[in-house]
């Protein structure tokens, strides 16, 4: 409420301000001087201090970044655990469903943006391996009987085709490290690489990747349409965009049931398992202030993405978007 | 110029309340919004700094999830000291009162001392003779590798002057480890722990006592029942009560004299302050 009175208050003397310049400057036209640098200085003013909301506070722009930054650096240790204990494990279903619709093909290069602890990424490598299987078994059947020309051939072919690879981006280091962790301990490393971004500003070059995912961390992007804009850069075309995100429950009953959860329990979980109830308070209300399905549905398309669609999990809890570059 | 800058102020009058309305249907559709808790913000808007609401429900989750972290895991103090805020709500009215009715226990109120290292002197305090209170301290604080600023702040208790007696009861309690001459192994702590149920009547301290000696090993629990815990007991319930002593005046007062003034035996058996980890 103070960050707010602040505000209010910059605003008013900046207004006044602008009010004093632009009478100087009309007395200044009127002797016939030009007071044009001093009045542009403050609208650039302005747009410093645009506000946004940060769960259902409202904060400035510069500062949803920075406390953002600081929610994920303070549960990084804590955020499979607490994924787990929110969810009660069904996150994992909401994963493994976008696996599956993602359906990856061997040789795919997937970028994972906001990826953090590695879920999606560890996901797709394994999701290939299997598909890499299941292509070998199925060659190894058809050519029961290949002779010596056909097994040599065979070998030389292998190494050609792409490895497929997986880059998990995020912009907080904190849990980039839990990630790499995770990774070293289940022993994953070929084809996975981690790499600082921001969303709103990747650092790849254009068409670069297959497929690009976003999982539950696209609310917390300061400018939203700017992050699908880089989206649609990075991509190939042809490339799929596709982002899990918590969305609006239609249902009433399942509604005030999970708003009751949410708000009950969250923080409270959060308190016990993390020692912080204030990160998870940010995190159920910024749910609240993410758009709609079909909301979503319309920026994504404003972004210039085709076959734009979205696949309700959960009730609506999750909403699955999906769309691609052409 | 003089008619210029009145309506320069009137502009600015006008906008400003333009935005003080648009602030204040923010304000109601923010409520509209908040279901039952209010949004936590760094500058605050609970009661005190670091307050944040908490409904009935939430209170009665927290104390049953943080009584099976701190049963868990007893070095979580974090857990035990929300266990505490969560369940703590009658007996600290009780505590208040009591310190309100002794003119010692209204000082404490009015001026609000704090036990951090920023206020305590520790250096003039260890160049106190032997034996002296604040000398002690310093030598319990250096011997189990304890400091004063690892207390966790109060957040759950839903009145400021209950939540400063709240913050004087964990401020307190290394001093009741020096008074009794408890390590903070874990012993020493279920005695301390005992001591403070008899005192204060918090359901936190009351649950540390009786669960506490379930991680005791067998000698200990023994040492607890025949000897220590007993005398915990007897000394809680007759002593002066505790948290009406203000004990920054008395770094200097010897111990022996302010156990005396206390009506607190010293310990029967001498614990040393043994390895953190044990049990």
């Given amino acids: 409420m103070a960050a707010s009175m602040r505000l209010l208050v910059r605003r008013a003397v900046r207004l006044s301000h602008r009010n004093i310049t632009l009478t100087a400057a009309g007395a200044a036209a009127r002797s016939g001087c030009c007071r044009g640098p001093s009045v542009c200085r403050c609208f650039s003013d302005e747009a410093e201090d645009r506000s946004t909301h940060f769960g259902f506070e409202t ?21 499979d655990i607490m994924n787990d204990a929110m969810s009660l494990g069904i996150h994992r279903v909401w994963k493994d469903a976008l696996l599956h619709v993602m359906h990856p093909q061997p040789g795919a290069q997937l970028l994972d943006v906001a990826g953090g602890t590695g879920d999606i990424a560890f996901r797709f490598l394994e999701y290939i391996r299997l598909q890499e299987e299941r292509q070998k078994r199925r060659a190894a059947r058809s050519s029961q009987t290949p002779s010596w020309q056909d097994i040599s051939n065979n070998y030389s072919t292998e190494d050609e085709s792409r490895e497929s690879r997986a880059v998990v981006c995020d912009i907080n280091k904190e849990m980039l490290k839990v990630g790499k962790q995770k990774a070293d301990s289940l022993g994953v490393s070929a084809g996975l690489s981690w790499v600082v971004g921001d969303a709103e500003e990747l650092p790849f070059d254009d068409d670069q990747f297959d497929i690009y995912t976003i999982a539950f961390g696209i609310r917390n992007v300061t400018h939203i349409d700017q992050a699908l804009q880089e989206a649609l850069r990075v991509l190939k075309p042809g490339g799929r965009f596709m982002c899990l995100e918590f969305s609006k429950v239609n249902n009433p009953i399942l509604s005030s049931i999970y708003d009751a ?29 993410f758009p709609n399905q079909e909301e979503f549905k319309g920026m994504i398309e404003d972004a210039g993405f085709y076959c734009v669609k979205y696949y309700n999990l959960t009730g609506g809890v999750v909403a699955l978007h999906s769309g691609f570059k052409l | ?159 400021e002057e209950l939540a400063y007696v709240m913050l004087r009861y964990r401020e307190v309690h290394d001093l009741m480890h020096t008074l009794l001459g408890m390590p903070t192994n874990m012993l020493g702590e279920v005695a ?34 025949t000897s220590l815990g007993p005398w915990a007991l007897r000394n809680g319930l007759r002593a002066r009560f505790v948290l009406n002593i203000f004990y920054e005046r008395r770094w200097e007062q010897s111990l022996e004299d302010l156990r005396q003034e206390l009506n607190i035996e010293p310990p029967p058996v001498i614990l040393s302050a043994a390895k953190k980890m044990s049990t």
């Fill in chain 2, 192 to 225: 301390v722990k005992w001591f403070e149920a008899a005192q204060t009547g918090l359901p936190m301290c009351a649950f540390g006592a009786a669960l506490g000696p379930l991680r005791l090993n067998a000698r200990r629990l023994q040492t607890l029942v």
């Fill in chain 2, 1 to 159: 110029m003089w008619l210029r800058i009145q309506r320069l102020n009137q502009q600015r009058f006008v906008l400003t309340a333009k935005d003080c309305s648009t602030f204040v249907s923010a304000v109601c559709v923010h409520q509209l919004h908040t279901s039952s808790t209010e949004p936590a913000s760094s500058s605050y808007n609970g009661l005190y700094p670091g307050h944040i609401h908490t409904t009935p429900i939430q209170k009665a989750l927290l104390a049953v999830g943080s009584g099976v972290a701190a049963l868990r895991d007893p070095y979580r103090h974090d857990m035990v000291a929300v266990l505490g805020e969560a369940t703590g709500h009658f007996a600290l009215i009780n505590l208040r009162d009591r310190m309100r009715n002794d003119p010692e226990g209204y000082t404490i109120l009015t001026e609000r001392p704090r036990i951090r290292l920023s206020t305590i002197d520790v250096a003039k305090m260890a160049s106190l003779p032997e034996g002296s209170f604040g000398r002690e301290y310093v030598r319990f604080l250096e011997d189990n590798h304890v400091t004063p600023d690892s207390r966790a702040d109060v957040k759950f208790v839903d009145d």
């Fill in chain 1, 59 to 79: 904060v400035s722009e510069t500062e949803k970044a920075k406390r953002v930054y600081k929610v994920f650096e303070n549960v990084a240790q804590k955020y």
């Fill in chain 1, 261 to 289: 959860y949410s708000f009950q329990m969250i923080p409270v979980i959060g308190e016990v398992i993390a020692g912080d109830w204030k990160s998870y308070q940010y995190l159920v209300e910024s749910i609240r202030k």
